[in-house]
């Protein structure tokens, strides 16, 4: 199995500008021999989309190959500096480790949610231009295309029946 990922500077025809941090990769093309195995891949720390491609060589239509994708990203934590605790019984201290972690992991969650929408806050941006202009070109060929097609329509009517009264005066019917 082949296990393709790209990272494109330019994805679906939307122009972004570049972040890609030195320590980017770029692309990594993976020849998977085992059942289950872990690839790494690094981005810079501003980018967005990355593409995905698996490709069985051994998958038909008679017998098809499953595959299942499990995708985590990681951030590098920052450094922060330790205050001593206060002091307290054995119990309350317990207590206040478990919530402490609790929120931490919760702000931890939510700094790197966080740091994944300002990464594609430009690219959702170009594509709703992308859309905008779209729905204005769409908008246009709704306004003209009948006007259009009623033109046609007016122009082959009075061909017709111009070569009608021209049959008809040829055999002196008209």
Known sequence: MNILVFQREQSAGFKRKSHL??????KIREQLTERQGVIEFVTGSFDGLVEICVQSLSASQESPSRVALNITTKVEPTE????PPPVMDQGQ??????ETNRIGGELTRMEMRTREIMA??????????????QSISLNKAVRYWPMFRILILVFAGYL??????QYM????IY
């Open 21 to 26: 941090n030195k320590s980017g990769t770029g």
């Open 80 to 83: 922060k500096e330790e205050t």
């Open 93 to 98: 201290a317990m207590r206040l480790r478990l």
């Open 120 to 133: 594609n806050a430009e690219y959702a941006r170009d594509r709703e231009l992308s859309f905008h202009e």
């Open 160 to 165: 017709q029946v111009s070569h009608v009264i």
């Open 169 to 172: 005066k040829s055999r002196h």
